[in-house]
Every structure is written in C-alpha cells, then in structure tokens.
C-alpha cells in the first residue's frame, strides 16, 4: 500500500537571505482547516525566541494551529531583538492567512547569537506564499536542513472504521543531539480529527519513546521543537478504541524519524542501536540505555570496529540504575561477548568484520525478573565530528 500525505496541508520554501549560500532557507506549512496542535520543545534553560513564542502562541489559540513558519541558517537565539523578530514575523504571516497571530508557530534553527533581520522574512513571505502547494513536502524537508547531509521524512496510512487516515513527518537533526529532544525541528502532521488535549498526550509518550531516545553528541540545543498537528480533513474521528492504533503509528513514525537523525550524525558512518532488558523498571533501562548511547568512548570503539564491551558494561554501572554485574550478558551484531559479567568467547577477527557494517546492534541483557527495556539510537563518533563543529560559524 503506498504512502499518501495527509489532506488539507500545503507547503512552500523560498530563498530569503538568511544562509549564506544561495538555498532556501524560509518554509511555511499551511493547515486548511486551522488544524489542533500540540508540541514539545527544548529543556535547555537558554531558549530561542521562537520557542518561547510558540510555547505562549499554543496556549493562548488553546491548540489551534493554522500555519508554521519555519527558518534555517539562524537560530534567533540569544539576540537582542529575538522576540520582535519572532513577533514581527509572525504577524505578517498571520496578516496573509486573516488569522489569529496565536495561531502560527514559528521555528528557527541555525547559528546562535547572530542578529536575524525580521526584512529578510517579511519581504520574502509574498513569495512564500504564493508558492504553496500540496506537492510541495519534500521542498520544506530539504529547506530546514542545516548539518544534514540528507532530508528525513516518514509517512504512515491507517485504515479505520470511518475510513483512512495518512500520517507524515520530516524533521533535521544532526549534531547537537541529546535526549531530551535533539537539535530538531520535527514536525509531524495528520487528517484524522484529534484534539488538542488528545494530541499533547499521544506526542508527549511519542515523543519519550523517539527523540529523547536519541543522542550524537550530548549537547540539548536552544530550538528543539517537535509538532503534532492534526487537522481533520479525512473526515475521519477515531473511536476511543482506534486512539490506540493511531498514537502507535504517529509514534512509529517518529521512531524511524529519530533513528534517521542518528544515521545522519554529523561525521557518522554507523547508526547504532542500543537494546536493554531485564531492569528493574523502564526508568533504569532507561538509564542504561542513555549512558551507553552517549558514552564518547563506546561511540568510538564502535567507529573503530572494536568489540570492547568492556566500555558498555562500564557506562551501565555509572547510569545510575542499580543491577547486578554478575546477572549481564552483552551482545554485539547478536553475537554474545560478555556472559554473567565476565568476558565470553569470540572470534575477533570475525566480529570486527560485522562491525564495519553501517548498521550496529548493542544489546544488553540483564538475568532476573526485571522487566524494563529501552530502545536508544545513536551512532559513531569520528573525525569528521570535530572537522564539522570546529568550522560551523564560518
């Protein structure tokens, strides 16, 4: 079954001035009808204009949205007139949709603390939005780009009783990524009627299973947004019962979104996934599954082709969840390493032939009743990490 986006969105990218290379640079995502939305942002105490902006937009339209306003090549963060750029552009786009300032949502990610000129948008925005069209999705996943080597989007279709729903998302991401949401723009979009309260729930446990199971480098950037919009236009209400199904596959969708980022890690040539079982409770997988994830020292066993589980076994003890080291085994590309905390054979030559594969699996198993488990998406660290951020303003 193919993929259809979701009715009722229009797109639209232009060039307005804000990167220094000629590539666009300004989108809009439309919603017809004003859709109901919901998003997660940053937990990083320093945070951008426009997230402190949507964050009060959100709840002064009690979750209507009608359009996202999305730049890239500026973070328009810690500036002196952050909030009147985010403000004064705003509401010139509301002007062209006769709405409610509250109900566009803007994003910004890029340099910070560079001043952003509010011109560069409001002069471009007649373009902007003469140029809008159903066809027009991959252009805005390719215009939010900054590090990304490639755009990321993932769709869904879900048959219900009333008849059929279409999920899609895009998002970028690729360096400064952290759990508790990565240096992401997300934006993931629906038909099926929801509301508002409905969506803030279903993208707040998305979002716990996805993006902040997600981490290159450790940094929490200053921009991080995530949006969950859905704006009825299939027609189709989900019963309480199909509420399930649906959460399941925004959630899936955001999934394959998170582990896109991790593969386009800045420098990365692995995507690897973290498994944890047997914990006490999710929370300690959890920990587990982080510590693992961003330890710099497993990341760069893993770019070197190194089956050291040593260095794994090392950052679950320090994660804060409590075990027993004599009840783990660890597995590297399904082939066991350490049995009962203590080294197990394997043939080396072999392994390290498995993990030159672009894709890598660490699993951790902890014997016991323990219930909990995670799933985390990271990737290797190499040379081409420092090469990337030690040039990134210039």
């Known amino acids: 079954m193919s993929n259809e986006l979701p009715f009722g969105y229009q797109y639209s990218t232009v060039y307005a001035g804000i990167r220094k290379a000629a590539k666009d640079d300004l ?30 937009h959100l709840k002064a339209s009690r979750g209507k949205v009608r359009a996202l306003l999305i730049n890239a090549g500026n973070a328009n963060c810690a500036t002196r007139t952050g909030m009147k750029v985010a403000e ?31 011109r560069k948008i409001t002069t471009a925005l ?23 080597l490639v755009p990321k989007t993932a769709q869904a279709n879900l048959d219900l009783s009333q008849g059929r729903i279409r999920i899609a998302g895009m998002t ?79 959630t899936s969708v955001m999934k394959n979104l998170a582990a896109q980022i991790a593969r386009d890690g800045e420098g990365a040539k692995k995507l690897v996934r973290v498994l944890v079982s047997g914990a006490r409770s999710e929370h300690d997988a959890n920990l587990i599954g982080r510590a693992i994830a961003n330890s710099p020292l497993v990341k760069t066993a893993i770019a070197g082709s190194d089956a050291n589980w040593g260095r794994i076994i090392c950052a679950a003890g320090y994660s804060g969840a409590q075990f027993d080291p004599t009840q783990v085994d660890i597995y590297l590309q399904g082939k066991r390493v350490c049995k009962a905390g203590l080294a197990a054979p394997f043939d080396e030559p072999k392994l390290k032939a498995r993990l030159d594969e672009k894709d890598v699996l660490i699993d951790l198993r902890i014997a016991g009743s323990g219930k909990g488990s995670a799933e985390f998406w990271t990737c290797d660290l190499t040379e081409g990490y420092i090469e990337i951020n030690g040039s990134y303003r210039t």
Do not use: W
Request: with cysteine.
């Open 27 to 56: 989108s809009l995502i439309v919603s017809e009808p004003a859709a109901n939305g919901a998003a997660v942002f940053t937990r990083n105490l320093v945070a951008a204009a426009p997230v402190v902006l949507s964050r009060a």
């Open 88 to 118: 004064a552009t705003v509401k010139a786009t509301a002007k062209l949709f006769a709405c409610p300032p509250a109900q566009i949502l803007p994003s910004s990610t890029g340099v910070i603390g560079v001043e952003l000129d509010p």
């Open 126 to 148: 007649p373009a902007l939005y003469a140029g809008l069209s159903t066809e027009r999705f991959g252009d805005v996943a390719r215009a939010i780009m900054t590090t990304d």
């Open 172 to 250: 970028k991401g690729s360096g400064m990524i952290h759990p508790n949401m990565a240096t992401t723009l997300g934006y993931i979009l629906t038909d099926a009627t929801i509301s508002p309260k409905d969506c803030a729930a279903i993208l707040k446990r998305a979002t716990e299973l996805s993006y902040n199971r997600l981490t290159v480098d450790g940094d929490t950037s200053t921009n991080d947004t995530v949006v969950l919009l859905a704006n009825g236009a299939s027609g189709v209400k989900p019963t309480p019962a199909e509420l399930k199904q649906v959460a399941d596959a925004i």
